[in-house]
């Protein structure tokens, strides 16, 4: 497979005088992009403080989720304190939906990464990599049917895994040292995969498989900041991706804050910012034509290059659907509204089209099609 290098990019100069081509048709423009709020909102899923129902920040952010502001929900750890707490947030943010559908999301991949865990009182999972070496792939399925049973029982609809990363290197500090992989072969990792996604469509669940292009050779840890995998990554780890895609087990992919130079072109862009690593290579290449969804803009590896409302832009650009801030970094309770106008401005001086965001839009109501209320 070789790593597409055909895509056009667009130049500063042109997108220069894209601008100056919008300026003239201000009020035109103008009233175009207005109508495109609740596009843009429906792409953004927000983190928030509080772990109940009581929290003022978990409030606004459903109130944001009912005015088309905001797609839906991110949970992370902190916010996960009592199972009842746990349903009285998710309950909320699916009352939020005003007859739409809330993505409402969770990391439960097993092992180190469960939020729904022994401490709230769920059924713990082990790691991949003990899945995989202790059962079938019949046996994980039914271990996976047991979590998605938990993870649909307290009230999301799409989690943020599996992992298909595959465990080249064991030392490796996001894969490889949690045993986050079911192995460092490709075929090992599919069928567990195939068993985890199956799992949990059987519960009316999304998934989406990470971290696109291939974590688990990368020598450093892309929530910290800038890594470059370059003389680490392997073709080899795109095979996982291929696989499931071509089987059509991909609901959505996430797109990792890795470099790479062969998917940068002449740039130093991360993969999650990279027009010919999505569009190039994982629509082009492997033929994906799901929803794309970023890892955290507000990670280290993002965080320490760009502002997040360049992110943002570049994210959407790129060709990603879904946009996942995590609103940790810097907490913002408007942050919904900002990035509806920072994306806005961004359509009317031409350095995201219209169409980019209609693309999306569609994606993202096919992916909640897959999803059982």
């Known amino acids: 497979m070789t790593v597409s290098k055909q895509i056009s990019r667009r130049s500063f ?37 509080g772990s109940d129902g009581s929290a003022s920040w978990a409030q606004r952010l459903a109130r944001q989720i009912s005015l088309g502001q905001a797609g839906g929900a ?3 750890g902190h916010n996960f304190k009592s199972r009842g707490g746990v349903a009285a947030l998710t309950q909320m943010f699916q009352s939020a939906g005003n007859g739409s559908l809330p993505l409402i999301m969770l ?3 097993g092992g180190a990464v469960q939020r729904l865990g022994k401490k709230l009182g769920y059924t713990s999972i082990p790691r991949a ?29 799409f989690n943020l895994a599996p992992v298909v990363d595959m465990e080249v290197d064991p030392t490796n500090p996001v894969v490889g040292k949690w045993g986050r992989a079911w192995g460092k072969d490709p075929k090992t990792v599919t069928a ?25 050779s990368s020598r ?34 996430m797109t990792a804050h890795l470099y790479h130079r062969d998917f940068a072109g002449n740039t130093d862009e991360p993969v999650t910012l990279s027009h010919t690593a999505i569009e190039g290579v994982l629509r082009g290449e492997l033929g994906f034509r799901g929803t794309v969804i970023t890892d955290d803009l507000d990670m280290g590896a993002i965080r320490s290059r760009y502002s997040l409302d360049e992110a943002v832009v570049r994210a ?50 096919a992916l909640k099609g897959r999803i059982s209320v």
């Open 74 to 76: 991110v949970f992370l």
């Open 220 to 253: 450093g840890d892309s929530h910290d900041g800038f890594v470059d995998i370059t003389d680490t990554w392997s073709r080899a780890e795109l095979k996982p991706f291929e696989q499931l895609v071509g089987a059509g087990e991909a609901d959505a992919v």
């Open 107 to 109: 990391d439960q991949e």
């Open 192 to 216: 567990y995969a195939t068993a985890f996604i199956e799992a949990h469509r059987a519960k009316g669940l999304a998934c989406s498989l990470k971290h696109f292009p291939g974590h688990g």
């Open 129 to 157: 990599r003990e899945v995989a070496q202790t059962m079938s792939t019949k046996q994980a399925r039914s271990l996976y049917a047991g979590m998605a049973g938990d993870v649909r029982g307290a009230g999301f609809n």
């Open 13 to 49: 100069s042109l997108g220069l005088a894209a601008g100056a081509a919008v300026t003239l048709a201000a009020p035109h423009v103008a009233r175009a992009a207005a109508g495109l709020d609740p596009l843009i909102g429906n792409m953004l899923l927000l983190g928030f403080l």
């Open 316 to 365: 959407i650009a790129a060709g990603n659907d879904l946009v996942m801030l995590s609103n940790s970094a810097k907490p913002d309770d408007n942050l919904p509204s900002r990035m509806i106008e920072t994306v806005k401005a961004a359509v009317t001086d031409g350095r995201i089209k219209r169409a980019r965001i209609e693309e999306a839009h569609q994606r993202i109501a």
